[in-house]
């Protein structure tokens, strides 16, 4: 049947658009101190693949990536 409408020649391919769409985010990465104990800084990352953009669709829109303070797990506090 695919083959028969491949030979057709009014067969076309109708190409829609599809907007690119936020994937799940990535785990967070492992804590860095920022040199201001017990203060860090780690960050996350998600892709604009779900789904992938196409056919001039736009990509996605706001943040791929996310920042977060967290208490680094070398961290200790010295007395002043």
């Known amino acids: 049947q695919l083959l028969t409408s491949l030979a057709n020649p009014y067969f076309y391919v109708r190409h829609v658009l599809v907007d690119g769409g936020w ?3 990535f785990g967070w990465t492992t804590c860095e101190p920022n040199g201001d104990c017990p203060q860090g800084n780690r960050q996350r990352v998600r892709g604009c693949n779900n789904p992938k953009m196409s ?3 736009v990509y996605c829109t ?3 990536r996310e920042y977060g303070e967290c208490v680094p797990k070398n961290c200790t506090l010295t007395p002043g």
């Open 23 to 25: 994937a799940n985010w």
């Open 55 to 57: 056919c001039g669709g």
């Open 62 to 64: 706001g943040d791929g």
